[in-house]
């Protein structure tokens, strides 16, 4: 086919169409029907048949987005890892990245049997960065020599990985010297501790592995560079009075790099200033998060003057009841907004209203579902003149009739939609859209999973796509 009819790039797009005319559309061979069939929503797996007439695409772009889908299955990996287009190839190589959870495997051992002899860098390194990735066929890869040392230092025995580590501190690569320094396996070695920790290509991880000797960390801790000094205000082995002294740095970021210490003392986080705008966001202390399991710790920190850790806190699902109640008070919104939305039974309504009428925080809608979400709040955001507010107040699933007549005739028209949906369109109306002069129409037309199957097939042969 080509120039390809809008209906039936439309029918491929259509997560209703049923998977015989699936296949049958899979089967054209065209780049436009074949694309949305495999970018198509994960929702709906595609049939095994049609996974391998993807498969075999004459479009190295289809092949390519296909390895992407957790459906294929392990013999069409272990083809698509010999196949012909670098692209694909590259994906195959890829595909642990995928954010999938749980997986069994990312890709089958003779997957990556097949990748390992390919000489492209993307596919080598892909395949070091892998964890699934058979040390066997890791060791393979030493016969490149610019990556030599990163294979041993990951699949080589105890003094073959020790070595290689001190060889890449010293390459001339910053990302190799990074992986070495970041190995929590060794720290480097003192004669090369003054020179890493001062390497700006190492942004803030070298000060903060290097071993420290006292005139090494006062050196650093006077150092010119921000970036140096708070690096260093995580080194585990930095004295506590010159953690204090980074705590009175002159510049905002170290204080705050210094507030964020592992296990910093109490007494001496509370000494620390910082400028920060309470509306800014903040992500979570993270060895406070990686402690959430220590509620003495967490009910200190919910005391803190510092937001950021009680934000920290407040982000823990399943709080004792005392903490819920100190931070449901707290003068932080967001403190208010993260305790609100994973500790939603047991706030105060009080917390919740006030969450709920600022319209902000992107797991509102999940909130106002609650039961213990009173009526008359429902009703005040309903209506209100912001369009948010209202849409929250859909979204609790709670509409009297009286709301929903009202909501019905709401200016923004989208919210009127979802109050009063519009029937599906008749056979006779999709018709009339299919004959529509503008292209776009058509293919929208075509998308509608309202379609009738009858209506699919005729439409396929109209267009000589057949069985």
Same mark, same amino acid.
């Given at each position: 086919?080509?120039?390809?009819?809008?209906?039936?790039?439309?029918?491929?797009?259509?997560?209703?169409?049923?998977?015989?005319?699936?296949?049958?559309?899979?089967?054209?061979?065209?780049?436009?029907?074949?694309?949305?069939?495999?970018?198509?929503?994960?929702?709906?797996?595609?049939?095994?048949?049609?996974?391998?007439?993807?498969?075999?695409?004459?479009?190295?772009?289809?092949?390519?987005?296909?390895?992407?889908?957790?459906?294929?299955?392990?013999?069409?990996?272990?083809?698509?890892?010999?196949?012909?287009?670098?692209?694909?190839?590259?994906?195959?190589?890829?595909?642990?990245?995928?954010?999938?959870?749980?997986?069994?495997?990312?890709?089958?051992?003779?997957?990556?049997?097949?990748?390992?002899?390919?000489?492209?860098?993307?596919?080598?390194?892909?395949?070091?960065?892998?964890?699934?990735?058979?040390?066997?066929?890791?060791?393979?890869?030493?016969?490149?020599?610019?990556?030599?040392?990163?294979?041993?230092?990951?699949?080589?025995?105890?003094?073959?990985?020790?070595?290689?580590?001190?060889?890449?501190?010293?390459?001339?690569?910053?990302?190799?010297?990074?992986?070495?320094?970041?190995?929590?396996?060794?720290?480097?070695?003192?004669?090369?501790?003054?020179?890493?920790?001062?390497?700006?290509?190492?942004?803030?991880?070298?000060?903060?592995?290097?071993?420290?000797?006292?005139?090494?960390?006062?050196?650093?801790?006077?150092?010119?560079?921000?970036?140096?000094?708070?690096?260093?205000?995580?080194?585990?082995?930095?004295?506590?009075?010159?953690?204090?002294?980074?705590?009175?740095?002159?510049?905002?970021?170290?204080?705050?790099?210094?507030?964020?210490?592992?296990?910093?003392?109490?007494?001496?986080?509370?000494?620390?200033?910082?400028?920060?705008?309470?509306?800014?966001?903040?992500?979570?202390?993270?060895?406070?998060?990686?402690?959430?399991?220590?509620?003495?710790?967490?009910?200190?920190?919910?005391?803190?003057?510092?937001?950021?850790?009680?934000?920290?806190?407040?982000?823990?699902?399943?709080?004792?009841?005392? *903490?819920?109640?100190?931070?449901?008070?707290?003068?932080?919104?967001?403190?208010?907004?993260?305790?609100?939305?994973?500790?939603?039974?047991?706030?105060?309504?009080?917390?919740?209203?006030?969450?709920?009428?600022?319209?902000?925080?992107?797991?509102?809608?999940? *909130?106002?579902?609650?039961?213990?979400?009173?009526?008359?709040? *429902?009703?005040?955001?309903?209506?209100?003149?912001?369009?948010?507010?209202?849409?929250?107040?859909?979204?609790?699933?709670?509409?009297?009739?009286?709301?929903?007549?009202?909501?019905?005739?709401?200016?923004?028209?989208?919210?009127?939609?979802?109050?009063?949906?519009?029937?599906?369109?008749?056979?006779?109306?999709?018709?009339?859209?299919?004959?529509?002069?503008?292209?776009?129409?058509?293919?929208?037309?075509?998308?509608?999973?309202?379609?009738?199957?009858?209506?699919?097939?005729?439409?396929?042969?109209?267009?000589?796509?057949?069985?």
């Amino acid at each position: 086919m080509t120039d390809v009819d809008p209906i039936i790039a439309g029918l491929a797009a259509n997560l209703a169409v049923p998977d015989d005319l699936l296949l049958v559309l899979a089967e054209t061979d065209d780049e436009d029907v074949q694309r949305p069939i495999v970018t198509r929503a994960t929702a709906r797996p595609l049939p095994a048949a049609t996974v391998e007439v993807l498969s075999r695409s004459p479009h190295e772009g289809v092949r390519a987005t296909l390895v992407g889908r957790i459906e294929v299955p392990d013999h069409v990996l272990i083809r698509l890892a010999r196949d012909p287009s670098l692209l694909v190839r590259q994906s195959v190589a890829a595909r642990f990245e995928e954010p999938w959870t749980p997986v069994e495997h990312y890709a089958p051992v003779e997957a990556y049997e097949a990748l390992v002899d390919d000489d492209d860098d993307t596919i080598r390194d892909e395949l070091l960065a892998n964890p699934e990735v058979p040390a066997d066929i890791v060791r393979r890869l030493m016969r490149h020599d610019e990556i030599r040392d990163l294979v041993l230092l990951r699949v080589g025995d105890p003094a073959e990985a020790e070595a290689a580590h001190r060889r890449l501190l010293t390459s001339p690569k910053p990302l190799q010297r990074r992986v070495a320094l970041t190995d929590p396996r060794f720290r480097p070695p003192a004669d090369l501790a003054a020179a890493l920790a001062t390497d700006l290509s190492m942004n803030i991880e070298a000060a903060a592995w290097v071993p420290l000797t006292r005139a090494l960390a006062e050196s650093l801790v006077a150092h010119e560079e921000p970036a140096v000094r708070g690096g260093v205000a995580w080194n585990p082995e930095l004295p506590d009075d010159l953690v204090a002294v980074l705590g009175r740095d002159a510049d905002d970021w170290v204080r705050f790099r210094t507030l964020q210490r592992p296990h910093i003392p109490f007494e001496m986080a509370e000494a620390i200033e910082y400028d920060q705008d309470p509306e800014a966001q903040t992500g979570s202390v993270e060895w406070v998060w990686e402690s959430r399991q220590d509620m003495p710790l967490l009910d200190r920190l919910s005391g803190s003057r510092h937001p950021a850790y009680r934000r920290t806190v407040a982000r823990v699902p399943d709080l004792p009841q005392s *903490i819920v109640d100190r931070l449901a008070n707290d003068e932080d919104f967001l403190v208010r907004r993260a305790l609100a939305e994973t500790n939603t039974d047991r706030v105060p309504v009080s917390t919740l209203r006030d969450l709920l009428l600022r319209g902000a925080g992107p797991k509102r809608n999940e *909130i106002v579902k609650n039961p213990r979400v009173p009526d008359d709040l *429902i009703d005040e955001l309903s209506r209100s003149p912001e369009a948010d507010h209202r849409w929250t107040a859909f979204h609790s699933g709670r509409l009297t009739d009286d709301q929903k007549a009202r909501l019905a005739r709401d200016p923004d028209p989208k919210l009127a939609a979802a109050v009063n949906p519009p029937p599906p369109p008749t056979e006779a109306q999709l018709r009339a859209r299919l004959a529509d002069l503008d292209p776009r129409v058509r293919k929208a037309a075509a998308k509608d999973p309202a379609m009738p199957v009858e209506l699919m097939w005729e439409l396929a042969r109209a267009a000589g796509v057949r069985r």
